[in-house]
């Protein structure tokens, strides 16, 4: 025959059922609390993630327009094509082009500039030498621009500048008010305004920088 148990035991078993009971009534009562702000937390993720990815996207598009605004305002770069700015510049090197200098101010002589190819092909790279209103006279290897003989430090020694066609023929060239002349620094192979005449000041797209 089983031997009853103290009544302290089953008063401990009844307040253990008793404690197991109010705690699952409070979890009850608090769980649309918990629920709530378990959603609400959520929703503050999910808010703060598109607030980020928003912000990303806002930088991204103002890099974008500032590289579009500088490439096609401000700088651009280009390829020297053949030997005609030989020895300034090389065959196949790249250089920038400051496209806001002539928004500001005007092209001067002395000035290596990049124009709109006159064949319709791209660019072409060469040296101001005349501006407009100007005259320039060609004769025994020398450049006279205005009558005043054009000095080219930056030209190879001793080297000689002829008329295009007519090698050993005087060739001379009056400018119009928005007309500039251009030649490429090697002389003796460059096909410039010695062959094609004048460009107008909107074939010119930027000064060259080196």
Request: net charge positive; charged share 20%; glycine share 8%.
């Given at each position: ?46 808010g703060r993630f598109a607030g980020d990815l928003g912000s990303v996207t806002w930088v991204l598009c103002l890099a974008m327009l500032s590289f579009l605004f500088i490439s096609h305002f401000v ?23 400051n496209k806001f200098a002539y928004v500001v101010g005007q092209p001067h002589r002395g000035d290596i500039v990049a124009i709109k190819d006159p064949s319709g092909h791209g660019f072409d790279v ?85």
């Amino acid at each position: 025959m089983r031997a009853p148990r103290p009544i302290f035991s089953h008063l401990a078993i009844r307040l253990k059922w008793m404690r197991r009971q109010q705690w699952r009534g409070i979890k009850k009562a608090c769980y649309p609390v918990v629920r709530w702000a378990s959603i609400n937390s959520l929703r503050y993720s999910w808010g703060r993630f598109a607030g980020d990815l928003g912000s990303v996207t806002w930088v991204l598009c103002l890099a974008m327009l500032s590289f579009l605004f500088i490439s096609h305002f401000v700088f651009e770069s280009v390829q020297v094509q053949g030997y005609s700015m030989y020895p300034t510049l090389f065959n196949s090197n790249f250089y920038w082009i400051n496209k806001f200098a002539y928004v500001v101010g005007q092209p001067h002589r002395g000035d290596i500039v990049a124009i709109k190819d006159p064949s319709g092909h791209g660019f072409d790279v060469k040296r101001i030498i005349a501006t407009p209103e100007q005259s320039i006279y060609i004769t025994h290897g020398k450049v006279y621009v205005n009558g005043q003989v054009l000095r080219e430090p930056y030209l190879p020694l001793k080297m000689p500048t002829y008329a295009y066609d007519h090698k050993y023929e005087d060739e001379y060239w009056c400018l119009a008010p928005d007309e500039y002349f251009v030649m490429g620094d090697n002389r003796g192979n460059s096909c410039d305004s010695r062959s094609f005449g004048a460009i107008k000041r909107d074939a010119i797209l930027g000064r060259v920088i080196r």
